[in-house]
């Protein structure tokens, strides 16, 4: 609160004062409103009620409970469309071609695959999966199989009950079109050349991309 008006007079000075005084420097006494104590106070005694309902350790109640539910939900009602997935090799070879679908597998990698894989699968904790060499893999349906099972040991962690069985289809079709991509990575080549993925069945028109000359 201003003590001088536009014109330089005082205009405050017979407002209460505290009896705080440093060096001729004067302390007003200017007390909150009730309301703003009160609202101070019961946003304190609001605290930790909600902390303990939302962040107690209730499963279900936190807003990452509550998204991860929706999400859920959501990926389900988008699974009707395309009904239970098979990990055989003509779903996944069929799906690699599927751009929207291929995003979806995508999405799975980078929310659980990139702390070992790296960002574009190029290796890291686990191996180089952008290269042609692979130790676990011989043909495309493995992909789904060492996702679900896991390998060397739980080095590589098993996955059938952490991500739908759509979900583990169509990561593995997104690692499946990885190959190829053969990006750097620190780990250099581990395990052995297998022959080229499956060509898709002629259910669609266009062909696979052309890179498969080997
Ligand atoms: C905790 C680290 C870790 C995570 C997370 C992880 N992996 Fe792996 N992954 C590994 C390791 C280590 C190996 C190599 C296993 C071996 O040496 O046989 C591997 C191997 C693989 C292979 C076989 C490669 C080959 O050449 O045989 C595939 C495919 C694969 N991972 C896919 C995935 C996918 C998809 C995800 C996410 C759903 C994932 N990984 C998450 C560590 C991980």
Redesign the pocket.
């Known amino acids: 609160m201003s003590s001088t008006a536009p014109n330089n007079k005082p205009v405050v000075d017979d407002a209460p004062k505290t009896d705080h005084a440093y060096d001729g420097i004067e302390e007003f006494d200017n007390p909150l409103p009730g309301w703003w104590k009160w609202l101070f106070i019961a946003s304190i005694a609001f605290c930790p009620p909600y902390w303990l309902y939302y962040h107690g350790g209730t499963p279900g109640r936190s807003i990452e409970d509550g998204y991860g539910v929706a999400l859920a939900a959501n990926t389900r009602l988008q699974f009707e469309e395309i009904g239970e997935l098979k990990p055989d090799a003509a779903t996944l070879v069929e799906y690699m071609e599927k751009d929207n679908w291929l995003r979806v597998g995508k999405i799975?990698?980078q929310?659980?695959?990139?702390?070992?894989?790296d960002r574009e699968g190029q290796g890291k904790?686990?191996?180089?999966?952008t290269d042609e060499?692979?130790?676990?893999?011989n043909t495309i349906e493995?992909?789904a199989k060492?996702?679900n099972n896991?390998?060397?040991a739980g080095?590589?962690?098993k996955?059938s009950n952490?991500?739908h069985p759509n979900e583990?289809v169509l990561?593995?079709a997104?690692?499946a079109s990885m190959r190829g991509e053969n990006l750097d990575g620190p780990r250099g080549a581990?395990?052995k050349t297998i022959p080229p993925w499956p060509e898709p069945t002629a259910n669609t028109e266009d062909t696979a991309e052309s890179d498969s000359s080997e």
Do not use: Q
């Open positions: 799975v990698f929310t659980h695959c990139v702390s070992c894989h904790v686990g191996p180089n999966l060499y692979f130790k676990n893999i493995d992909i060492v996702i896991g390998a060397a080095a590589m962690p996955w952490r991500l583990v990561v593995s997104y690692v581990e395990g």
